[in-house]
Structure formats: structure tokens, C-alpha cells
């Protein structure tokens, strides 16, 4: 099994950035891919941006642009820079692992999150 640990999230305000950063633990060689993924009070939890395990990346359109997917292999961490911020992108924000081949995901079990809440 492979536990997520999210960090980084706080208050921000419009137009600000964060880092967001998803540290994996546990069975990690089985994972092709990591994504990040949000849910905001009320809303369904939505996709946000993928990283493959060659690097290749997804993006939502709502982030594109604005948001850039990165990791660091040796620290079994993704990273989620996210720039421009805007009062929508307000929701807690989890990570989880996805299949590369159509970024579907592979868990069904969710860490804690980290909070964004970004003021206008």
C-alpha cells in the first residue's frame, strides 16, 4: 500500500502563488503516475494536474498555465507550483497515484490534504 502525506497549503491572496508538496511512502515502485487533485466545500473533487513516471504531464484547463506539476524521484515527492491564484482555486488539495496510460486513478483512499484558501 502507499500512504500520501500533503503539505504547503495556506492563505494566500489573489495573484499570490504556493507550493504544494505530496511526499509517497510505502509500495511506491507500483505507482505510474501521481496526480493532484482538489476539492472545494460542496463540489465534487476534481482533477488538477498528473505527473507520469517519465515525466509526461496533464493538466486541467483550469490550471493550465498557471499551475506547473514537478518531481523529485530520490525524494519520492510531487510538487505542485501554482501561480496567479485565483478565489476559485480555493479547496483542500490531495495527491493520490493514477494509471499514465489514461490518468484514471488507482486508489480509492485519500490522505488529509492540505488547505488553499485564497482571498480576493
Known amino acids: 500500500q502507499v500512504q500520501f502525506v500533503e503539505s504547503g497549503g495556506g492563505l494566500v491572496q489573489a495573484g499570490g502563488s504556493l507550493r504544494l508538496s505530496c511526499a509517497a511512502s510505502?509500495?511506491?515502485?507500483?505507482?505510474?503516475?501521481i496526480g493532484w487533485f482538489r476539492q472545494a466545500p460542496g463540489k465534487q473533487r476534481e482533477f488538477v494536474a498528473g505527473i507520469s513516471s517519465r515525466g509526461s504531464t496533464h493538466y486541467a484547463e483550469t490550471v493550465k498555465g498557471r499551475f506547473t506539476i514537478s518531481r523529485d524521484t530520490a525524494k519520492n515527492t510531487v510538487y505542485l507550483q501554482m501561480n496567479s491564484l485565483k478565489p476559485e482555486d480555493t479547496a483542500a488539495y490531495f495527491c493520490?497515484?493514477?494509471?499514465?496510460?489514461?490518468?484514471?486513478?488507482?486508489?480509492?483512499?485519500w490522505g488529509q490534504g492540505t488547505q488553499v484558501t485564497v482571498s480576493s
Open positions: 493520490n497515484a493514477q494509471r499514465a496510460a489514461d490518468w484514471s486513478l488507482l486508489y480509492d483512499y
Open positions: 510505502g509500495s511506491t515502485i507500483s505507482i505510474d503516475a
